[in-house]
C-alpha cells in the first residue's frame, strides 16, 4: 500500500515472511557465535583479585591488568609485543610496496603473466605450517640464522603479499586511466603521473592494504612458529601462556591487545577518510 507516495510495507504488522524472522535469527545466532567468546573474555579480565577463569565474578577490578607488567612468567610479553609491533610494520610496509609495484607490472600484459600470477598466490592454498616449515628448513639448509627479521619475515610475507596483490587488482581495475592520459599529454613523465595523479588517488585504499597486512601479520602463529628462531611474538608467547596460565591474567592481555588493535584499526580509517577527501578535492 502506497502512503503519500512512499511504501509501509517495511512497518510493523504488515505480515512480513516468516523467512525475514528466521534469517534474521540465525544472523543473530552467527553474531553471537563469533563475538560472544571475545565478549565473554572481555568481561572475564575485569575479574576481582580473588576470581577465576569462569563465571560468577568475584568482584571487578584492574588486578590482572597490573599484573600482566610484574615480573613473572608474564614477563617477556612486554618485549614480545615490541617484536610482534615491530614486525607488523615492516610487513604491512613490504606488503604495500610490493603489492603496488607489482600490481602496476600486471597492468600490461606480458609473456607468462598468468602463470606468474598464479605462483604469486598460491601460498594462500597451502598449508601454512608447511610453509613455515620450508622457510625454516631452508634457513637451515643454507647455513643461515633464522630470526624475526630475515624467516619469519619472509614467512609472513607469503600470506600477506598474495591478499595485498589481490586488493591491488581489484583497486586497477576501477582506476580511469583518463587521468593518466591526461598527465602524459601535459608532460608528465610516467613517475611524475604516479607520483601526482595515480598515487593521491589510491592512496586510502593503500592504506587499507597496509593496515590489512598489520592485522594479518599481528596475529600469525602457523607460519611464523617454524621459522622463527629463538625468540618469540606475541602470539606465540600468547600460545605458550594458554598451557600454563590459570587465572585471569591471559584474559586481561587478550583484552589488551584487542584494544591495540581497534586503535591500529581506528587511525587507519581516519588517515583513509582523510586521504579519500583530499583525493575528491583534488579531481
Known sequence: MMVGGTSNAGGPGTGRPWTFYA???LFSLYLLFLYGPMLVIYVLSFQGPNGGVTFPMVGTSLNWFRDIFKPGQMANIPVSFTRSIELASIVSCLTVVFAVAAALG??????????LFYFAVASLVMPSLLVGFGIGLGFQVLGWQ????????GAQLTWTLPFGLLICFAI???FDRRYEEAARDLGATPWQSFAHVVFPIIAASVVGIGLFGFTLSWDEVARSSQAIGGLNTLPLELEGLTTTVTNPEIYALGTLTTGVSFVVIGTALALI??????????R
Open 23 to 25: 534469517l534474521a535469527a
Open 146 to 153: 633464522a630470526n624475526m627479521f630475515t624467516s619469519a619475515l
Open 172 to 174: 586497477f581495475n576501477r
Open 106 to 115: 600486471f597492468r600490461r600484459s606480458f609473456p607468462g603473466s598468468g602463470v
Open 273 to 282: 577518510q582523510i586521504l579519500r577527501k583530499r583525493a575528491a578535492a583534488t
